[in-house]
Nanobody, 112 residues
Framework: QVQLVESGGGLVQPGGSLRLSCVASGSIISFYKMGWYRQAPGKQRELVATIRSSGSTNYEDSVKGRFTISRDNAKNTVYLQINNLKIEDTTAYYC??????WGQGTQVTVSS
């Protein structure tokens, strides 16, 4: 059974940084496209960033230049580095494997 476990969320002031991690078990992430999504209450889940097995990346326009997705296949882990956090980044962030499996999410709250 494939499981994804996210961590790294928390409370941070505007302008701060966080690094989210997603560790996969039961599958080898190197074969898959991995992604980070976010979902605010009452809204649809939206794409933040993806990284293919080739290493190529894709970002939602509003996060370009501030968010960086990366992967460490040896650790079966994908990361999301978030810099210059804004209040509107406040929401739950979810990891996705291969458009198939979701993690439970990690909450990011940006507040002064």
């Amino acid at each position: 059974q494939v499981q994804l476990v996210e961590s790294g969320g928390g409370l941070v002031q505007p302008g701060g940084s966080l690094r989210l991690s997603c560790v996969a078990s039961g599958s080898i992430i190197s074969f898959y496209k991995m992604g980070w999504y976010r979902q605010a209450p009452g809204k649809q889940r939206e794409l933040v960033a993806t990284i293919r097995s080739s290493g190529s990346t894709n970002y939602e326009d509003s996060v370009k230049g501030r968010f960086t997705i990366s992967r460490d296949n040896a650790k079966n882990t994908v990361y999301l580095q978030i810099n210059n956090l804004k209040i509107e980044d406040t929401t739950a962030y979810y990891c996705n494997l291969g458009d198939l499996t979701w993690g439970q999410g990690t909450q990011v709250t940006v507040s002064s």
